[in-house]
């Protein structure tokens, strides 16, 4: 779940001059005081794309790392993720605008009311929930270098929008993403808090979903990652779970290897159904179940 400590900058990215100026530091630190006394602007934690400042490099690094992935992905990721892609005009040309005539955002406006804001680096997890909850989703401007094509240990601009956007063009996910940023905003019960990073991770980062009888990519970790795309559905490691609600927000999890364990949506009506009965629990008051 996305965190901050005010001081990464996405160390070996081509253009860390687009977040490093004083825009860029004043929207991170506002983000780093959301929701303490005066700091209750969410808007104010956003900055422009400064589209300009993408170099050739970064140009190429898009166009490589799409066609790396999209070809796979045709045969190996779920419908509603192609679906998506194709209705915000997701190509290979270019690193996608944000904002103005060419933008995804037109596109997410008519379909679901979604919109991408772009943001200096990490959110706290409270300014994070506060965009979710408002339809917004937090977007990292940078794209990583050439030399780190296969990871990079932040999110850029790769990861955020091939990987996370397309998903937003669908009113069923839409439903559920928000509904989870209005859950995860509300509630500071530590238990909450970990079941719901456990959601996260399982679903939104790293979730299958069974399509005409085969298991598919949605996951945005696995969507823009060329090796652990192929090994969540083909290695024999991989211990692929039905999911459930409570089995998913009990398992615990670690971020710096391929995941052994995921979990296999049957539709994404099952993911916001769950969603809505747990956010209920929490706006209600209720404790975490153990």
Not at 95 to 103: A, L, N, Q, R, T
Not at 150 to 178: C, N, S, T, W
Not at 216 to 226: A, F, Q, T, V
Request: hydrophobic fraction near 35%; include cysteine.
């Amino acid at each position: 779940m996305p965190q901050h400590d005010g001081q990464q900058k996405f160390p070996g990215s081509l253009n860390s001059a687009m977040i490093d100026g004083a825009t860029g530091h004043a929207a991170q630190e506002y983000a780093n005081h959301f929701g303490q006394p005066g700091y209750n602007d969410i808007s104010r934690v956003y900055i422009g794309q400064s589209y300009e400042g993408y170099s050739d490099e970064n140009q190429e690094v898009w166009r490589t790392l799409y066609d790396r992935q999209m070809g796979y992905l045709e045969s190996m990721a779920s419908s509603v993720y192609l679906t998506g892609a194709r209705s915000i005009k997701l190509v290979r040309e270019y690193i996608p605008y944000i904002e103005g005539p060419k933008s995804i955002n037109n596109y997410l406006a008519k379909l679901t009311g979604w919109q991408s804001r772009a943001v200096p680096g990490y959110l706290p997890a409270k300014a994070f929930f506060a965009c979710l909850a408002r339809r917004e989703f937090p977007t990292t401007i940078v794209i990583r270098p050439k030399e780190s094509l296969d990871y990079l240990p932040e999110p850029d601009i790769f990861h955020d929008v091939f990987g996370h956007v397309p998903l937003h063009a669908d009113p069923v996910f839409g439903d559920f993403l928000q509904t989870y940023g209005k859950a995860a905003a509300t509630t500071d019960d530590p238990q909450h808090v970990e079941r719901l990073a456990r959601l996260f991770w399982f679903t939104v980062e790293f979730g299958l979903i069974r399509e005409g009888g085969k298991v598919k990519l949605y996951g945005s970790g696995l969507i823009s990652s060329p090796g652990e795309s192929r090994h969540s559905l083909e290695s024999k490691e991989v211990d692929r779970r039905p999911f459930d609600l409570e089995t998913v927000c009990g398992t615990s999890f670690e971020i710096d290897h391929y995941q052994p364990i995921l979990y296999v949506l049957e539709s994404f009506d099952q993911l916001r159904d769950a969603m809505n009965q747990y956010a209920m629990r929490i706006l209600e008051g209720q404790p975490a179940r153990a």
